[in-house]
Antibody, heavy 114, light 108 residues
Framework: QVQLQESGPGLVKPSQTLSLTCTVS??????????YNWIRQPAGKGLEWIGR???????NYNPSLDGRVTISMDTSENQFSLKLYSVTAADTAVYYC??????WGQGTLVTVSS | EIVLTQSPGTLSLSPGERATLSCRAS???????FAWYQQKPGQAPRLLVQ???SRATGIPDRFSGSGSGTDFILTISRLEPEDFAVYYC?????????FGGGTKVEIK
């Protein structure tokens, strides 16, 4: 059974870059046909899809984030990563990494504050 | 972007009752790329149904999904105590992927 685990700083200053990594165990991210997603959830609010990377390396991003997002993968480390640039307080949320729809990480809280 | 509108916002029911949750899309959802999730406080969402009506692994058969086009329904035939939670609908057929705002099922 595949497992995902997010890691990265819990506090980021405004205007800086939020960087998170998702480590996948129980399956190789370089094989199969899967989408690896980043999804976030502000406290007390709903879910927002940030973007995804396919097994082939192709990416899609949510245009609501105004081009501030990059998602990449490192098959040698079996990880995929999120970079969100020029963050503001509105980017404070729990960030989840997800394979397709059924395999979720536990989520990691990222707070944007000086 | 496909906007998903869930109703009602809150559903107050008793254990054993039937729950009917609705999700309306602003435009037709591609194919059968529609899912439902359950989320409890402090937990990641759990996939219940995908492909409109296919239950995910380990999901009891009291959960069922139906619908097509722009109108989708999640039915919980008889509420168990562990079913009181927030439910989200989700379309994954067209980018950007989108979620509904959620329906909270609370104990009456």
């Amino acid at each position: 059974q595949v497992q995902l685990q997010e890691s990265g700083p819990g506090l980021v200053k405004p205007s800086q870059t939020l960087s998170l990594t998702c480590t996948v165990s129980g399956g190789s991210i370089g094989s199969g046909s899967y989408f690896y997603n980043w999804i976030r959830q502000p406290a007390g609010k709903g879910l927002e899809w940030i973007g995804r990377i396919y097994t082939s390396g192709n990416t899609n991003y949510n245009p609501s984030l105004d081009g501030r997002v990059t998602i990449s993968m490192d098959t040698s480390e079996n990880q995929f990563s999120l970079k969100l640039y020029s963050v503001t307080a509105a980017d404070t949320a729990v960030y989840y990494c997800v394979r397709d729809r059924d395999s979720w990480g536990q989520g990691t809280l990222v707070t944007v504050s000086s | 972007e496909i906007v998903l509108t869930q109703s009602p916002g809150t559903l107050s029911l008793s254990p054993g009752e039937r729950a009917t949750l609705s999700c309306r899309a602003s435009q037709s959802v591609s194919g059968t790329y529609f899912a439902w999730y359950q989320q409890k406080p402090g937990q990641a969402p759990r996939l219940l149904v995908q492909g409109v009506s296919s239950r995910a692994t380990g999901i009891p058969d009291r959960f069922s999904g139906s619908g097509s086009g722009t109108d989708f329904i999640l039915t919980i035939s008889r509420l168990e105590p562990e079913d009181f939670a927030v439910y989200y609908c989700h379309q994954y057929g067209r980018s950007p992927l989108t979620f509904g705002g959620g329906t909270k099922v609370e104990i009456k």
